[in-house]
């Protein structure tokens, strides 16, 4: 009786482990693929914004001769972005064009031919409506990898995370030239 007594327990106590195993590894699926749908529906508008830099980069050539440097930077990063396939470089590529983005209008301040000329305005507000949207989005994008990387940290996920190749994520950044203000300019 003892014995049998003792082989229940041991059953039990082997259905509670692989119940509990069964259950981390749920969580860990789950939040893996919370990222992976956030950045997916991030990575619409990014691919939007991509595809809108080679119009922007036409028209402004016409007037900017002098920054084929960042005209040039652009163009690499768009086709950098749509040849990747790892979702950790496609955002480091995204956050770097950002950076680019907002480094050629400010250089396209010192064009007022540019900045009056119809394509080029209609672009911007393009592009500009495709960064409020990407901001809405890489809100709820940040919170998913943060969720993320604190489950595949946490003990005992991170036991399982480890064995199973689990790997942080990176978020997208806020450059310093979004975080700054500099009033309405007329």
């Known amino acids: 009786m003892n014995q049998t ?3 229940i327990l041991l059953i039990l ?3 509670a482990i692989i119940s509990f195993l069964i259950n981390l590894y749920n969580k860990l699926v789950m939040l893996r693929f919370n990222v992976e749908k956030a950045y997916g529906n991030i990575d619409v508008v990014l691919k939007q914004r991509a595809d809108e830099i080679p119009n922007l980069v036409t028209v402004a050539k016409h007037f900017m001769n002098y920054e084929e440097k960042v005209l040039a930077r652009l163009t690499e990063l768009r086709t950098f972005y749509n040849n990747s396939t790892d ?10 064009t950002s950076k680019a983005l907002s480094s ?3 250089v396209s301040e010192n064009y007022p ?4 000329n119809n394509n ?4 911007q507000k393009r592009i ?13 994008f940040n919170d998913s990898v943060n969720l993320y990387n604190i489950g595949i940290h946490e003990f005992p996920n991170v036991i399982l995370a480890k064995i199973l190749g689990y790997k942080d994520k990176t978020l997208l950044e806020i450059t310093d030239s979004e ?8």
Do not use: C, M, P, W
């Open 5 to 7: 007594v003792a082989i």
């Open 13 to 15: 106590l082997g259905v």
């Open 87 to 96: 979702a950790n470089q496609r955002t480091t590529l995204a956050n770097e």
């Open 104 to 106: 050629f209008f400010a």
């Open 113 to 116: 031919e540019l900045k009056s």
């Open 120 to 123: 080029f305005v209609e672009l």
């Open 128 to 140: 500009s409506e495709l960064e409020n949207r990407i901001a809405d989005r890489r809100e709820f």
């Open 179 to 186: 975080k700054q203000y500099h009033g309405v300019q007329f």
